[in-house]
Nanobody, 126 residues
Framework: QVQVVQSGGGLVQAGGSLRLSCVASGRTFVKYDMGWFRQAPGKEREFVAVLDWVGHNPDYSTSVKGRFTVSRDTAENTSVLQMNNLNPEDTAIYFC???????????????????WGQGTQVTVSS
């Protein structure tokens, strides 16, 4: 059984920074792509960032590129999302997710991920 556990998040003023972390545990011999998604009230879950199982090829949504940075410890299946210059439009519940890598499948799609964290609230005040 794989568990994805998140930490971090909270309340910050516009222009501030927050850091989210997650770890996928339970099957340590399997290396996962680690993705981040968010969901604002009344909106669908949207892609934020992903880093593949070897720690290469970071990809970001247009709305966060240049402000957010994703990193990971591939040996431990952990991922960190550093969020800088936050604005109120970033307010959402943020989810970390893990997927078994599959060539040719789009890691920006939430349905590609088998394991999800519990979600953590990020609130940015203006």
């Amino acid at each position: 059984q794989v568990q994805v556990v998140q930490s971090g998040g909270g309340l910050v003023q516009a222009g501030g920074s927050l850091r989210l972390s997650c770890v996928a545990s339970g099957r340590t011999f399997v290396k996962y792509d680690m993705g981040w998604f968010r969901q604002a009230p009344g909106k669908e879950r949207e892609f934020v960032a992903v880093l593949d199982w070897v720690g290469h090829n970071p990809d970001y949504s247009t709305s966060v590129k240049g402000r957010f940075t994703v990193s990971r410890d591939t040996a431990e299946n952990t991922s960190v999302l550093q969020m800088n210059n936050l604005n109120p439009e970033d307010t959402a519940i943020y989810f970390c997710a893990a997927r078994v890598p599959r060539y040719g499948r789009d890691p920006r799609l939430p349905q590609e991920y088998q394991y999800w964290g519990q979600g953590t609230q990020v609130t940015v005040s203006s």
